[in-house]
């Protein structure tokens, strides 16, 4: 339905956008502020898609960069 779709795509917007915004940090330099964002993000993407998806594991690489 409409409503489903909507819901999952309102769900993985949070996390896109924490990403998003955590790799403009990194490129500022800004790494302390970029880990915490990295780590919300990730959890959320695994709960969502599952540790395997293309975008957890994504994010999973940029914060292991990060460390």
């Known amino acids: 339905s409409i409503q ?4 999952q795509f309102n769900r993985l917007l949070n996390p ?3 990403n998003n915004l955590a790799e403009l940090y990194r490129a ?3 790494h302390a502020e970029a880990q ?3 780590e919300r993000a990730l959890a959320i ?3 969502t898609l599952g540790r395997e ?3 957890s594991i994504a994010v999973r690489q940029a914060l ?4």
Request: proline fraction near 4%.
């Open 4 to 7: 489903s779709t909507w819901r």
């Open 16 to 18: 896109t956008t924490l």
């Open 28 to 30: 500022q330099g800004r």
């Open 36 to 38: 915490p964002l990295y």
């Open 45 to 47: 993407f695994e709960r």
């Open 53 to 55: 998806h293309e975008k």
């Open 64 to 67: 292991s960069a990060e460390q």
